[in-house]
């Protein structure tokens, strides 16, 4: 079956999309270090894992991973390869979406422009994206990266998804791209700020950092991240 942006995240054709992302949204490539540093394999036995959920017969580690349609399931201990399984078609070598992981990448980034001194968390973010909704006044990029902003976005309505580039725009959206939808947001807001999980939060400090530096989230993370980790592939 092929996978459209109108059903690429659902079964069955989630299984080729999630390792063939860049076939349907735009993407940028973080190349590999020019001196790659593969992690070691050290295997270790699992002969003695097992699970059972209910009645269902007890299930083995390998059987566990096929069972639950894991695509990649990889286990560290002390810098080495424990356990390393790959499913629905993935290889060791083979690309595939990270999802809501991207968020953890982005607040290192955060992280490491802060600590040298090119990101301030402390000032607000409309010294870096003055055209951002008057939601985020008063909204200091420390708020912005813990999730702290009290703008209680949804992430699952269409406006968003499509403006993100996962959805099919349908041509009643006012905001058809990431930048627009954070500038012209409309939200109810917490004012304690309590921690909301929210992904507008994670896109709007993408924005932040590239404005910040001036270069791309995707070569931020490949210069202050995946090269200096000698990553073995291209992301």
Avoid at 125 to 137: C, E, G, I, Q
Avoid at 204 to 211: D, F, M, P, R, S
């Amino acid at each position: 079956m092929s996978a459209t942006l109108d059903n690429w995240r659902t079964p069955p054709h989630n299984i080729w999309a999630f390792q063939n992302v860049d076939k349907l949204i735009p993407t940028h490539t973080i190349p590999k270090p020019n001196s790659p540093s593969p992690l070691k394999g050290n295997p270790k036995s699992f002969d003695s894992f097992s699970i059972q959920q209910g009645d269902s017969p007890k299930l083995d580690l390998s059987a566990f991973l096929s069972h639950t349609n894991t695509d990649g399931f990889v286990v560290l201990h002390k810098g080495e390869v424990a356990y390393e399984y790959y499913g629905n078609g993935n290889t060791a070598a083979s690309k595939h979406i990270i999802m809501s992981m991207t968020k953890s990448l982005t607040g290192l980034v955060a992280g490491i422009l802060s600590s040298r001194g090119e990101l301030d968390l402390k000032a607000q973010v409309k010294k870096y994206v003055p055209s951002a909704s008057h939601l985020y006044d008063n909204v200091t990029v420390q708020e912005v990266l813990d999730m702290r902003t009290g703008v209680k976005a949804d992430d699952n309505t269409h406006e968003y998804r499509a403006a993100a580039g996962w959805n099919p725009l349908r041509g009643d959206e006012e905001a058809k791209t990431l930048h627009a939808f954070i500038e012209k947001l409309e939200a109810e807001v917490d004012e304690e700020r309590g921690f909301i999980y929210s992904s507008v939060n994670t896109d709007l400090l993408g924005w932040i950092v590239e404005a910040a530096t001036g270069k791309k989230l995707a070569e931020l993370i490949g210069e202050l991240l995946w090269k200096p980790m000698g990553a073995e592939s291209e992301a």
